[in-house]
């Protein structure tokens, strides 16, 4: 449970990260290297998100992918497969 948690928080990082280099080789358009790699980064962090959450982001009762807004601490959330709660461990 902790090591999803964990590997949840690094891939909202990625997501973040990839945003904020794809916007910052955008905002500056000029096609040099440096923006190329910018924007590669951007897109290489943004697999990375999508990798991570495949991976890890699973139901430990069911194993099927969790809802993306199922780590919100306010929510009453449960998997949509099999009904686990993560309040209960």
Not at 18 to 44: C, E, P, Q, R
Not at 58 to 87: I, T, V, Y
């Amino acid at each position: 449970m902790k090591k999803m948690l964990f590997m949840r928080k690094i891939a909202v990082l990625c997501f973040w990260a990839g945003i904020l280099l794809l916007f910052s080789g955008f905002t500056m358009m000029s096609l040099d290297k440096v923006n190329v790699l910018w924007l590669a980064a951007g897109a290489a962090a943004l697999v990375l998100y999508v990798v991570i959450n495949r991976i890890f982001w699973r139901c430990p009762e069911c194993g099927k992918a969790l809802n993306p807004s199922f780590a919100r601490k306010d929510s009453d959330a449960c998997c949509l497969h099999c009904g686990w709660k993560m309040q209960e461990k």
